[in-house]
T-cell receptor, first 113, second 115 residues
Framework: QKEVEQNSGPLSVPEGAIASLNCTYSDRGSQSFFWYRQYSGKSPELIMFIYSNGDKEDGRFTAQLNKASQYVSLLIRDSQPSDSATYLCAGRVIKAAGNKLTFGGGTRVLVKP | GAVVSQHPSWVICKSGTSVKIECRSLDFQATTMFWYRQFPKQSLMLMATSNEGSKATYEQGVEKDKFLINHASLTLSTLTVTSAHPEDSSFYIC???????????FGPGTRLTVT
């Protein structure tokens, strides 16, 4: 079982609709979670992070964390064609050896005009 | 702020040669740098974590004698792929974080092609 799992997609979303991305994790020691967007051929760029149960909103993006269910999600409201990319979920466990991120496989999102 | 650069952005080398990739934090002191590798249509795989002035910690399955990492200063880490082979062709990405930072900042990546 992978430590962080995502549906690979593609998730096809009409322009203006809400895209809902899910991520599950197996390590209960994971303390914070990060959502990155990665365009083809580019490096990841941070969208937002969350470490408390509940919702966190930033512009058109809302991250949700449920530690009891070991579940993280990202909602993209008013999806735009420019949101078409691969979205990576990453979990982090705070350790003395270094706070490394463990990435899921990514979900490819296609926003159709 | 928090900009990370990589050089070169792409490189082509012949099988058996060595290639050095640089990762620099431009406006902060990077106490920890990470090196990732990404094959086409796959996710990022962490190769190693390096703390300034210390030996790098490699992930399981990554050959430390093949992928030499040096983090000699608070703004520079290098990854040297020794005796490169075509299967080493990949997208190499570094990230950096500093004291008091919550997130990692990613460099733009280096695309390596070994012929």
């Amino acid at each position: 079982q992978k430590e962080v799992e995502q549906n690979s997609g593609p998730l096809s979303v009409p322009e203006g609709a809400i895209a809902s991305l899910n991520c599950t994790y197996s390590d209960r020691g994971s303390q914070s979670f990060f959502w990155y967007r990665q365009y083809s051929g580019k490096s990841p760029e941070l969208i937002m992070f969350i470490y408390s149960n509940g919702d966190k909103e930033d512009g058109r993006f809302t991250a949700q964390l449920n530690k009891a269910s070991q579940y993280v999600s990202l909602l993209i409201r008013d999806s735009q064609p420019s949101d078409s990319a691969t979205y990576l979920c990453a979990g982090r466990v705070i350790k003395a050896a270094g706070n490394k991120l463990t990435f899921g496989g990514g979900t490819r999102v296609l926003v159709k005009p | 702020g928090a900009v990370v650069s990589q050089h070169p952005s792409w490189v082509i080398c012949k099988s058996g040669t060595s290639v050095k990739i640089e990762c620099r934090s431009l406006d902060f002191q990077a106490t920890t740098m990470f090196w990732y590798r990404q094959f086409p249509k796959q996710s990022l795989m962490l190769m190693a974590t390096s703390n300034e002035g210390s030996k790098a910690t490699y992930e399981q399955g990554v050959e430390k004698d093949k992928f030499l990492i040096n983090h000699a200063s608070l703004t520079l880490s290098t990854l040297t792929v020794t005796s490169a082979h075509p299967e080493d062709s990949s997208f190499y990405i570094c990230s950096a974080t500093g004291t008091g930072f919550y997130e990692q900042y990613f460099g733009p990546g280096t695309r390596l092609t070994v012929t």
